[in-house]
């Protein structure tokens, strides 16, 4: 009994040793739920993480077009990363892979998404068109702020019945997109819900997408509030015909001549 006893202790053991040195050749399922956020001259790229036990890291892949050819930018052991070598109104597409710690790499990710960095501002202050008019409205294109009365301005400060508003022209939208805890909280134009009266409240914490004569979208979040004045970080993105914006309605007037019929308010 104890020499049979023995043998099986040797048996297991040796089952054991052979099952320690099989090499692992099966790769992890790649990653799911990429996001992206489009940042100035960056684009941030989150993931959830991987359900495998054995997953030790992740490749991130980039390339100009969704079918074209993807480069390796970078690997990392987190589920974020952020590629500072875009570009402001150019147009990235990435994919994500896994790969475990036998070195195994899964394919590419199925749901390849894309991004295009656009330039932000924080901090700016506009004032109520009766308060300071020289400096009641904004415009994203130029990055300054400027006379409502200005060809160039997107969207200006008035006060109504002692609230005050954002007010755009006829040839412009915009839309209180509700309380958001940061500005990079909304991340692309919506496709409907324009306000009819071309105005929004301005409400401190809220952000507003703003969709300019000229077919870009800008959006801001106020961040301070006063009686006649607001302060607002900003985003703008210069791509036209960038598929995340919105597409150009074919009864829309496009440029400065409608404008210019316009009565200022």
Known sequence: MKII??????????IGCKKADEIDTMPPPPPQGIRTISLDNAIEIRWLPSQAHDVKGYNVWVSNKYDGRYSLIASTTTTSLVDYGAINGVTYYYALSAYDFSGNESKLTKDVVYDTPRPEGFGVVIYDT???????????????TLSYFDINADFFLIKMNGYLYLKVFYDTDIQDMGYTSSLDEISASPQNGWSLAKAAEAIKGHTYVVWT???NYGKI?????????????WAYQTAKGNPELRILKSNRIIGNNYRNLQKKF
């Open 221 to 233: 979040r106020i961040t301070d509030i006063g009686n006649s004045w607001i302060k607002f970080d």
């Open 5 to 14: 006893l023995t043998t099986s202790i040797f048996l297991a053991l040796l």
């Open 213 to 215: 004569v000229d077919n």
């Open 130 to 144: 009766a308060a300071v008019r020289y400096t009641s409205a904004y415009s994203f294109s130029q990055y300054k």
